[in-house]
């Protein structure tokens, strides 16, 4: 796929420079030849290597919305969803970057102490520290407020017990922000998150499986388990327990439109894919694109993708400059992530029993996508954020 957006009409977002075309062209350069031509490799074993990590922070991938001083790039969110948009181009499904430098580093950046800031945040711009975050737990994903891991007092260390699931990064992490109960008598006000550094795997915590998925199936989803995990008391992000559920309602809209972003790059790397393979293939002795309903199921996909992309423009503007409320980000998610389904889904369509066979990208593509729908709070709970809101 090409570094730029694939659009219509030579369309380019507002927010984009040149220096986010050059970024894009070492992005792209990076996933097609370090980690795509190892993506069976990373399918068969549920988690891609942690050495391209090291890889994308020597070539300044990593943390690029991170202030300089702490090993970032300086850069914003615009840096970021470059680095999102290119990796789905490429078709990627591995590397957990989203996670690692869309949210980790966003936590941190935005709450962490400055002790906390300079022990961990160089390290995860330079790829040394891979970074996750747990949230979901086996009894609930995304009802929060009723999480069950907890973390006692015991001298000067927290002492942490409970279990956490679908954990991106869960196999690889080596820093984990963990959504705990400080306070099991209170609902939101007793939620803290804390910076668990996981190296070594100290005692009290443990991997689980490595879960396997119809989906992202060379993406490190897991288990983890936590029987009296000792934390420093310092450990608690930004020093001061209870103000876990708040950091996260912050942060939120950011996820949100991270899932965004990649939602609209995946729709418009299905419309440029199904569009060079209806121009290719022939059927009843002419090319399928120019059969009149393969047309007209181009043009309904090219106008889903750029309405989606015109959408999500506005909503990185707004982001940029501090506008992004949680209502519209709520909107671009599960609006973008089912227009994501629906134009995928019809482009497999079009690809004929072909689609449907995994050597083909669209049939990924399809299983990839349903994933979309579900994780960074449901689309039901998104439309439940919306409703409220009108």
């Given at each position: ?26 992005v792209?350069t ?6 795509m ?171 689980g499986r ?67 393979y ?50 519209t ?21 079009l ?10 990208p ?15 709070g ?13």
């Amino acid at each position: 796929m090409p570094a730029t957006v694939p659009g219509l009409g030579g369309y380019q977002s507002r927010w984009r420079t040149p220096d986010h075309h050059a970024l894009a062209e070492t992005v792209a350069t990076f996933f097609t030849r370090e980690v795509m031509p190892r993506e069976e490799e990373f399918a068969a074993q549920g988690h891609t290597d942690r050495a391209l990590y090291h890889h994308a922070g020597a070539l300044g991938l990593l943390g690029l919305s991170v202030p300089e001083e702490f090993g970032g790039g300086g850069g914003d969110f615009s840096h970021e969803a470059v680095l999102f948009e290119q990796q789905t181009y490429a078709g990627d499904a591995s590397l957990g970057l989203a996670v690692h430098s869309g949210i980790v580093t966003g936590y941190l950046t935005a709450y962490g102490t400055d002790e906390q800031k300079r022990a961990y945040l160089p390290g995860l711009c330079s790829g040394e520290l891979v970074g996750a975050i747990a949230m979901s737990e086996p009894s609930g994903g995304s009802d929060l407020q009723s999480m069950r891991t907890w973390a006692r007092p015991d001298g000067d260390a927290l002492l942490v017990n409970g279990a956490k699931t679908f954990i991106t990064n869960g196999r690889l992490a080596d820093l984990l922000l963990l959504a705990v109960k400080t306070d099991r008598d209170e609902g939101a006000a007793g939620i803290s998150l804390l910076v668990c550094d996981l190296r070594d795997d100290p005692p009290g915590f443990r991997r689980g499986r490595t879960l396997h998925k119809i989906g992202l199936q060379a993406n490190d989803t897991a288990e983890l388990f936590f029987d009296d995990l000792r934390v420093p008391a310092d450990a608690v992000l930004g020093g001061v327990p209870g103000q876990g559920f708040f950091q996260m309602m912050q942060q939120l809209p950011q996820e949100r439109l991270v899932i965004a972003v990649g939602a609209v790059a995946a729709m418009e790397r299905a419309l440029a894919l199904t569009t060079a393979y209806t121009k290719e293939r022939h059927a009843f002795g002419k090319p399928l694109y120019a059969q009149q309903n393969t047309r007209f199921t181009l043009a309904e996909c090219a106008a889903l993708v750029r309405t989606g992309r015109t959408f999500l423009d506005d909503c990185v503007e707004r982001h940029l400059a501090g506008e992004l409320d949680l209502p519209t980000a709520a909107m671009a998610k599960f609006h973008l992530t089912e227009s994501q389904c629906t134009v995928i889904d019809r482009c497999l369509q079009l690809f004929g029993g072909y689609g449907y066979m995994t050597e083909y990208p669209i049939a990924r593509m399809y299983a990839d996508a349903r994933a979309q729908k579900i994780y960074g709070g449901t689309n039901e709970i998104m439309k439940e954020l919306l409703a409220r809101a009108l």
